[in-house]
């Protein structure tokens, strides 16, 4: 299996980041061929003292690095890409890796 990982820095508009992302951003992600399951939570919280510097985390699943690299370059992932400056206002880190 392969991950990717996504990372949302604190927007500036938190409600609209919100509503923006569960009525029009996961719809469009979730439509990435070759997703076997997706995930995504607005409760970030460190394990330590201080304040997590991430506002939102999305977890993408993948049958492999291949089928991500795919799905990432077909229309539907570029539609995906496309949307993040509707509401990451904040800024984004996006990661992936094999899951052991």
Known sequence: ???????????KDHSHFRTYY?????????????LTAAR?????????????????????????EDALMSALGSKEGKAVAGDVPNYASGGVTMVHFPVR
């Open 40 to 64: 995504y939570s607005f409760d970030v919280k460190p394990l330590g003292p201080g304040k997590t510097p991430y506002f939102c985390v999305f977890e993408a699943d993948f049958e492999s």
């Open 22 to 34: 569960v009525d029009t951003h996961v719809p469009l992600a979730n439509k990435l061929p070759g």
């Open 1 to 11: 299996m392969h991950r990717l990982l996504v990372l949302y820095d604190e927007p």
